[in-house]
T-cell receptor, first 111, second 116 residues
Framework: RKEVEQDPGPFNVPEGATVAFNCTYS??????FFWYRQDCRKEPKLLMS???SGNEDGRFTAQLNRASQYISLLIRDSKLSDSATYLC????????????FGQGTELSVKP | SAVISQKPSRDICQRGTSLTIQCQVD?????MFWYRQQPGQSLTLIAT?????????ESGFVIDKFPISRPNLTFSTLTVSNMSPEDSSIYLC?????????????FGPGTRLTVL
């Protein structure tokens, strides 16, 4: 089983749609959680950290469920510019704190 | 966040040669890391670059193949030695501002390496 697993993609949605990405992690000792965005042929960029209480940044909402070891990212009112690969990233103290990256979920927003 | 640059941005190399990739940060950072992203794959940590001491390598990566230097708090190099086509990847450096691993990491633009 992979340490971080994400929904397989690609997701193809029309502009204005709401789309949700799911991610599960296997290490219960994981402490920090992030969503990164990676555009084609570019470096990953931090989209948002995920906090236990859940957090929102504009059209983006992240949720964390520690009991189920589950993280989600909700994008409302999708824009063409949201098209990218979204990476679920987890950090665990008992692994020296290194970041573990999911395989990524590709999103394509169409006009 | 810090501004991170990498050189070269891309290169095409012959089998058996070595390439050194540079990572420069515009401010002092505590932690610097090197990752590899193979075609169609996600990122894998190669090693943590430690200032003034030997790098800490992840399982599957060794110093002879990927020697790393970090002479100060703003600069690091990764060398890919004795290259083979399997080394064709994007190599990325990243930084975090504090000693705690669990803080967010910020990535350089990457070096796209093709080995013929």
């Amino acid at each position: 089983r992979k340490e971080v697993e994400q929904d397989p993609g690609p997701f193809n949605v029309p502009e204005g749609a709401t789309v949700a990405f799911n991610c599960t992690y296997s290490n219960s000792a994981s402490q920090s959680f992030f969503w990164y965005r990676q555009d084609c042929r570019k470096e990953p960029k931090l989209l948002m950290s995920v906090y236990s209480s859940g957090n929102e940044d504009g059209r983006f909402t992240a949720q964390l469920n520690r009991a189920s070891q589950y993280i989600s990212l909700l994008i409302r009112d999708s824009k063409l510019s949201d098209s990218a690969t979204y990476l679920c990233v987890v950090n665990s103290y008992n692994q020296g704190g290194k970041l573990i990256f999911g395989q990524g979920t590709e999103l394509s927003v169409k006009p | 966040s810090a501004v991170i640059s990498q050189k070269p941005s891309r290169d095409i190399c012959q089998r058996g040669t070595s390439l050194t990739i540079q990572c420069q940060v515009d401010s002092q950072v505590t932690m610097m890391f090197w990752y590899r992203q193979q075609p169609g794959q996600s990122l894998t940590l190669i090693a943590t670059a430690n200032q003034g001491s030997e790098a800490t390598y992840e399982s599957g990566f060794v110093i002879d193949k990927f020697p790393i230097s970090r002479p100060n708090l703003t600069f690091s190099t990764l060398t890919v030695s004795n290259m083979s086509p399997e080394d064709s990847s994007i190599y990325l450096c990243s930084v975090t501002g504090t000693e705690a691993f669990y803080n967010e990491q910020f990535f350089g633009p990457g070096t796209r390496l093709t080995v013929l």
